[in-house]
């Protein structure tokens, strides 16, 4: 059974997430408090080019991508290849990935592109919903969790920061014997500083952006959503390759929903 590795590429660091095929059904649902993250189903469905690749099928190919058309139009469907907007898009059904289906329809009718079969494909109607992650780390809209890990860095390096800014202070009415010695200390102290700076980011903040892609799966799962586009990756007009489809106009902006339920609590399991 193929599962799509789907990536939701956050503010730091970059979560590799994956749901088993007919974890959510779509449909339509209502946040607590009222706020309204509906969306609307579609035919939408992915394919993973680079898994196309792994099993020598060439996924840029002319005669490939004449295959998947047509494999898509057999199916009722509007496929876009999920690799080629890695950490733009969260797979959170994996019953939407026809790769598996595809390639061996395609290597059962290795010539030509017409007529191949998709009898046993069952994609379901994909629901499809918007997502800002960068508001995550938003002092007064994000995750409360996320924000207070930011602002426990920053009152530890503070002391740091304080003492490179009274260096440079100095550097400034330094006299020209004095200067290649300041500069050369505030370099060696910035360079320290911000490698001991990233070392401490993401060991604060790793778990808790590994807990918000769990959750955000099952937010998701609750709410019927198979497809989320990441909004702080990508345009609302940006199109999905390699067909160029469109974003869905209907789908939701379910970032304050989401952080909402994250931050009462609502999506432990």
Known sequence: MRVVGAALLLTVMAASLALPRGGASPSASRAEGGQDVRAATTRLAVFDGEYLAQKGVNPKANSTLAALAAFGSAAGLQLFDVARIQGKVLIADGGVDISDAFIKALKSKPTGAEGLSVKGVNVPAAAAALVD?????????????????????????????????????????????????????????????????????????????????????AFCKKHGIALVFDLSKMERDETLPPFDLPLPADAPDVTEAFVAAYNRGDLKR
């Open 133 to 217: 992650t960068e508001t995550f780390g938003d002092p007064r809209k994000g995750v409360t969790n996320l924000v207070n890990a930011f602002s426990k860095v920053e009152q530890e390096f503070r002391p740091r920061k304080e003492e490179i800014e009274k260096l440079r202070d100095e550097l400034k009415t330094a006299p020209e014997d004095r200067r290649q010695e300041l500069e050369a200390e505030v370099a060696r102290k910035q360079k320290a500083g911000q490698a001991a700076l990233d070392k401490r980011v993401k060991a604060l903040t790793d778990p808790v952006y590994e807990d918000i892609g769990r959750a955000l799966l």
